[in-house]
């Protein structure tokens, strides 16, 4: 059975930073697509970033591309998600999420068959 578990989230202010967490059972975070959602109130979930591959390749969509980075520790088979300057519209719930191949094919939600129970970030003035 796939679990993955989100924390880190919380409330900061504009500028400041937050490091997310997934903790990841029945996959090996290594070995798969994994990664990192978010879906503010009203909107529909869209990706961030994605981490890939033997060789850890990533991918980050433009609102989140030079702030955020993704990462992961084979040894915990845990995925982070480093934010820095975050910004208002970065207010979401943040989803770790897990496809079923090495590769990143589909980058939408639909591409990944796992989900977490989400982290809330709340970014105020």
């Known amino acids: 059975q796939v679990q993955l578990g989100e924390s880190g989230g919380g409330s900061v202010q504009a500028g400041g930073s937050l490091r997310l967490s997934c903790a990841a059972s029945?996959?090996?975070?290594?070995?798969?697509?994994m990664g990192w959602f978010r879906q503010a109130p009203g909107k529909e979930r869209e990706g961030g970033a994605v981490i890939y591959d033997g060789a850890a390749g990533t991918t980050y969509t433009n609102p989140v591309k030079g702030r955020f980075t993704i990462s992961r520790d084979n040894a915990k088979n845990s995925v982070y998600l480093q934010m820095n300057t975050l910004k208002l519209e970065d207010t979401g719930m943040y989803y770790c999420a897990a496809s079923t191949g090495a590769y990143c094919v589909n980058l939408g939600p639909e591409g990944f068959r796992y989900w977490g129970r989400g982290t809330q970030v709340t970014v105020s003035s």
């Open positions: 029945g996959v090996t975070v290594s070995r798969i697509c």
